[in-house]
């Protein structure tokens, strides 16, 4: 026994020396090279050699440094009162200063245009060094052309990332697309008689935008703080190949308000013609494969299909994405001032908002169609494009063609959505606390703690979130002026945190609700993130004049069109599969 008891002792004695020798192992692993220290900014003062070119001179998504978000450098541009510049400079994307080793980069013909950039493959970086004549805030718009794929199985947009001088300026400049443009082809059947989806087309050609985010969340261009002087600018293609003519460095364009741009108008009798009547589905244009048409059942929803399958709305979750436009095009008889109208469906999540920016033959006209927001209603309704008031907005419009572009994006929950990191952080702060003193154990209930001592900063980092949580339900309040369904998530959270604070002895076993909370923070903001409308038709109006009937009576709304049968249909190895009715 007694040999038995040794054993076992040594055993333990082996167990302790090996534990305590690796973890004098990971502590060195962990301990910082201070004989190496990164600078953002210093590499920019390096002399340049081009056989040493290397994407260390530049801060990296691999140093896990994290920008600011955009809307938190613009609020703190506005503070310092930057000036806009007032020169404008053009650049030729062919004119280039240095390039990685890796990008493969030409100088050719594309699409009609001689002397551009041709980037042939999705690697790599382009510099260039553009000197400015005074400091301020300027906007950079792309001449382009997305490299045709000649298969047609990759469609994407392509994306680059700005540096300006050694530095991203806020996270959005990491990732900034470039889209193409389609178009649906011609109306396609099955066998039975049910639509299929168009076939798409690539409109091909040369193509204008300025920086903007990937997420397409801000209706505007990004503002870039450049200096007076020369500043280098460093390209970075990660996705599609691209041909460039140009860039373009301009003063900010201010956007009038509503009254302003009214009283801008000429005047102009009121247009005697009829509305003009568009059918969603039948758009002109689209800049992205995933905005689909969908098939509604609505009484009032056209055309009607009683017995077949037919696209007769646009969008839903087949347009959610920020960034994602839509354009259609129309033609008026006489000059005049119009009027916007819609038929939409916006119940995808309760009492939360959506927004569309909307642009006349390509420009915002005023400040209120920017970020434009259609309400939250259980189903079909009709939508004057209005100021808060109710009062239609008016457009003058000249005889002839025109052109409606709408733009799903997401900007007046930026605020509330840069919240949500702090939150997440000193959460996760609370739960790394609460499980290095518990040992990550939830079955010691019967342990007196003494929070202050034991879990010390856990109640006041509690408070902190629990006041955050209010903000950001009082913004959202403040947006869509009820309570949604991301609001009632955060309000739900402020109401748990509150009662640990009141009860602060069951902080210690509360690391799991925490995890739940985490989890539904860190999903909620992805929530706000979608912008999900149908749309079946627009309506284009004198602005006097009446829009038709929108919405069905109560006795028609029950009168649904009747659901068809499933369709089955047979694929190439022959075996049977269902396809969707709606």
């Given at each position: 026994m007694a040999g038995a008891n040794r054993k076992r002792f040594g055993f333990r004695l082996w167990t302790v020396i090996l534990s305590a020798a690796l973890l004098v192992t990971a502590l060195a692993k962990d301990k910082p090279d201070t004989g190496r220290t990164v600078h953002a900014g210093s590499a920019h003062a390096e002399s340049k050699n081009a056989n040493s070119l290397s994407a260390d001179r530049f801060v990296s998504a691999s140093s896990g440094l994290k920008e600011p978000y955009y809307e938190e450098v613009r609020r703190r541009m506005a503070d310092e009162r930057i000036p806009y510049g007032t020169r404008q400079y053009v650049i030729s994307a062919a004119h280039i200063s240095e390039k990685s080793e890796d990008s493969d980069i030409s100088v050719g013909s594309y699409e009609g245009e001689d002397g551009v950039l041709l980037w042939s493959n999705a690697k790599g970086w382009v510099e260039y060094e553009i000197a400015i004549g005074?400091?301020?805030?300027?906007?950079?718009?792309?001449?382009?052309?997305?490299?045709?794929?000649?298969?047609?199985?990759?469609?994407?947009?392509?994306?680059?990332?700005?540096?300006?001088?050694?530095?991203?300026?806020?996270?959005?400049?990491?990732?900034?697309?470039?889209?193409?443009?389609?178009?649906?082809?011609?109306?396609?059947?099955?066998?039975?008689?049910?639509?299929?989806?168009?076939?798409?087309?690539?409109?091909?050609?040369?193509?204008?935008?300025?920086?903007?985010?990937?997420?397409?969340?801000?209706?505007?261009?990004?503002?870039?703080?450049?200096?007076?002087?020369?500043?280098?600018?460093?390209?970075?293609?990660?996705?599609?190949?691209?041909?460039?003519?140009?860039?373009?460095?301009?003063?900010?364009?201010?956007?009038?308000?509503?009254?302003?741009?009214?009283?801008?108008?000429?005047?102009?009798?009121?247009?005697?013609?009829?509305?003009?009547?568009?059918?969603?589905?039948?758009?002109?244009?689209?800049?992205?494969?995933?905005?689909?048409?969908?098939?509604?059942?609505?009484?009032?929803?056209?055309?009607?299909?009683?017995?077949?399958?037919?696209?007769?709305?646009?969008?839903?979750?087949?347009?959610?994405?920020?960034?994602?436009?839509?354009?259609?095009?129309?033609?008026?008889?006489?000059?005049?001032?119009?009027?916007?109208?819609?038929?939409?469906?916006?119940?995808?999540?309760?009492?939360?908002?959506?927004?569309?920016?909307?642009?006349?033959?390509?420009?915002?006209?005023?400040?209120?169609?920017?970020?434009?927001?259609?309400?939250?209603?259980?189903?079909?309704?009709?939508?004057?494009?209005?100021?808060?008031?109710?009062?239609?907005?008016?457009f003058y419009l000249t005889k002839g063609k025109h052109s409606l572009t709408m733009e799903a994006g997401y900007e007046p929950y930026m605020p509330v959505i840069a919240n949500v990191e702090p939150m997440v952080e000193a959460l996760k702060t609370v739960i790394d606390q609460i499980r290095s003193a518990t040992g990550n154990r939830q079955d010691d209930r019967f342990r007196v703690w003494d929070v202050e001592k034991d879990i010390p900063g856990a109640t006041e980092r509690l408070g902190g979130i629990k006041e955050r949580l209010d903000r950001q339900v009082e913004a959202l309040r403040e947006i869509n002026r009820e309570i949604d369904v991301v609001a009632q998530t955060y309000r739900s959270a402020a109401k748990d945190i509150e009662e640990l604070i009141e009860q602060p002895e069951k902080i210690p076993t509360s690391h799991l609700t925490l995890g739940t909370m985490l989890e539904q923070l860190q999903d909620q903001y992805r929530v706000l993130m979608d912008s999900p409308l149908q749309i079946d038709k627009l309506y284009v109006a004198p602005v006097q004049a009446p829009f038709p009937r929108m919405e069905a009576n109560f006795s028609r709304r029950r009168r649904r069109l009747p659901r068809p049968c499933s369709i089955r249909s047979t694929s190439r190895t022959g075996s049977a599969r269902r396809t969707a009715t709606s």
């Amino acid at each position: 026994m007694a040999g038995a008891n040794r054993k076992r002792f040594g055993f333990r004695l082996w167990t302790v020396i090996l534990s305590a020798a690796l973890l004098v192992t990971a502590l060195a692993k962990d301990k910082p090279d201070t004989g190496r220290t990164v600078h953002a900014g210093s590499a920019h003062a390096e002399s340049k050699n081009a056989n040493s070119l290397s994407a260390d001179r530049f801060v990296s998504a691999s140093s896990g440094l994290k920008e600011p978000y955009y809307e938190e450098v613009r609020r703190r541009m506005a503070d310092e009162r930057i000036p806009y510049g007032t020169r404008q400079y053009v650049i030729s994307a062919a004119h280039i200063s240095e390039k990685s080793e890796d990008s493969d980069i030409s100088v050719g013909s594309y699409e009609g245009e001689d002397g551009v950039l041709l980037w042939s493959n999705a690697k790599g970086w382009v510099e260039y060094e553009i000197a400015i004549g005074e400091e301020g805030l300027y906007e950079i718009e792309a001449e382009y052309a997305p490299i045709a794929d000649d298969s047609r199985r990759n469609r994407r947009a392509s994306i680059l990332s700005a540096q300006i001088n050694g530095v991203y300026p806020f996270r959005e400049a990491r990732s900034m697309s470039f889209e193409r443009e389609f178009r649906n082809g011609p109306p396609r059947y099955d066998a039975n008689g049910h639509q299929l989806q168009s076939a798409i087309e690539e409109i091909r050609g040369w193509k204008r935008k300025p920086f903007r985010d990937s997420d397409g969340a801000y209706a505007l261009p990004l503002r870039w703080h450049l200096q007076k002087g020369v500043n280098t600018i460093r390209l970075r293609l990660s996705q599609q190949p691209l041909a460039i003519k140009s860039f373009t460095i301009r003063p900010p364009a201010d956007i009038p308000g509503y009254a302003e741009a009214k009283a801008s108008y000429p005047e102009a009798t009121e247009p005697s013609g009829d509305t003009i009547v568009l059918e969603a589905e039948q758009f002109e244009k689209k800049n992205s494969t995933s905005v689909q048409t969908q098939y509604d059942r609505d009484a009032f929803t056209t055309p009607k299909s009683f017995k077949y399958r037919a696209y007769n709305v646009l969008g839903g979750w087949g347009w959610y994405k920020g960034g994602h436009a839509v354009t259609w095009e129309f033609e008026v008889p006489e000059d005049g001032l119009y009027k916007l109208g819609m038929r939409v469906n916006q119940n995808s999540r309760k009492n939360l908002s959506v927004f569309r920016t909307i642009y006349i033959d390509g420009k915002i006209p005023f400040r209120e169609l920017q970020s434009y927001p259609i309400r939250y209603a259980p189903g079909w309704r009709g939508e004057t494009v209005a100021d808060e008031s109710g009062e239609p907005l008016a457009f003058y419009l000249t005889k002839g063609k025109h052109s409606l572009t709408m733009e799903a994006g997401y900007e007046p929950y930026m605020p509330v959505i840069a919240n949500v990191e702090p939150m997440v952080e000193a959460l996760k702060t609370v739960i790394d606390q609460i499980r290095s003193a518990t040992g990550n154990r939830q079955d010691d209930r019967f342990r007196v703690w003494d929070v202050e001592k034991d879990i010390p900063g856990a109640t006041e980092r509690l408070g902190g979130i629990k006041e955050r949580l209010d903000r950001q339900v009082e913004a959202l309040r403040e947006i869509n002026r009820e309570i949604d369904v991301v609001a009632q998530t955060y309000r739900s959270a402020a109401k748990d945190i509150e009662e640990l604070i009141e009860q602060p002895e069951k902080i210690p076993t509360s690391h799991l609700t925490l995890g739940t909370m985490l989890e539904q923070l860190q999903d909620q903001y992805r929530v706000l993130m979608d912008s999900p409308l149908q749309i079946d038709k627009l309506y284009v109006a004198p602005v006097q004049a009446p829009f038709p009937r929108m919405e069905a009576n109560f006795s028609r709304r029950r009168r649904r069109l009747p659901r068809p049968c499933s369709i089955r249909s047979t694929s190439r190895t022959g075996s049977a599969r269902r396809t969707a009715t709606s």
